[in-house]
């Protein structure tokens, strides 16, 4: 098991990010056919609901911080996703103005899960509310955790293309973002947001095939 330092901007101080993660889900049943034949899976009684395991899946490490920390504490953690919109070698990226977490880096469209929300529901609204772009072939990648401060964040990245090929992204919420540009993986914008520079300068490729399993919750 390798483990690296991370220090991001924006990100609590000490961390350290785990790049070489298990994936936390089983083999599915069809690795084993005959045993599959014999069992009838039961049908989901709510929405499927996706999980990545990707073995990018980073871990930034500082809850102590945050379980020592008495005060302040928010209830529970915040669940969300950040969405790489590819076009031909490009990826979208805004440079945030100055919010609580990613203050002044460049990043994905991202935004919190509302109650009820697939992940891919979560990424289809937020990319429309924050560029006006509608996105298709959505696709889990992998789930970081951070800690900050007091917040403790589960984001979800996932990939996917525009639905219409001639859209081009609108800056929707100027006072959360300065604009939306395209940027070649080789000639990446920043300062970007630490965790996600983490991913893309430690060779995570949005373009790549990678294995995410779906499983199903009963
Ligand atoms: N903007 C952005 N946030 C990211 C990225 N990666 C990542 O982990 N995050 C985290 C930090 C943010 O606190 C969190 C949610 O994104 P956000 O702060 O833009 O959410 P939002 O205000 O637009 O959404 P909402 O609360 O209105 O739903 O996602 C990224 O690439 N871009």
């Known amino acids: 098991m390798t483990t690296v330092g991370l220090r991001a901007p924006g990100i609590s101080p000490a961390t350290k990010c785990n790049t070489n993660r298990r994936p936390q889900y089983h083999a599915s049943l069809s690795v084993f056919p005959l045993l599959s034949m014999k069992i009838e899976k039961p049908k989901p009684a709510v929405q499927t609901c996706s999980v990545s395991t990707s073995k990018w899946r980073v871990e930034v490490v500082g809850a102590p911080e945050i379980k020592n920390r008495n005060q302040e504490l928010q209830p529970a953690p915040e669940v969300g ?23 002044n880096t460049y990043g994905l469209p991202a935004g919190h899960l509302e109650l009820g929300e697939t992940y891919e529901e979560c990424a289809a609204r937020e990319v429309k509310e924050e560029t006006g772009l509608d996105i298709k ?55 970007m947001f630490g965790p996600l520079r983490e991913m893309l300068r430690g060779g995570f490729n949005p373009f790549a095939s990678y294995h995410c399993e779906k499983p199903v919750l009963y």
């Open 137 to 191: 072939n959505i696709e889990l990648l992998t789930t970081n955790i951070l800690y900050h401060n007091a917040t403790h964040l589960h984001i979800t990245y996932l990939r996917a293309h525009l639905s219409y090929p001639n859209q081009t992204p609108q800056n929707i919420e100027p006072d959360k973002c300065e604009g939306w540009e395209w940027y070649n993986l080789n000639n990446l914008p920043e300062p």
């Open 81 to 103: 996703v950040a969405v790489f919109i590819l076009k031909d070698n490009k990826i979208l990226f805004g440079r945030r103005r100055s919010l609580y977490v990613a203050a």
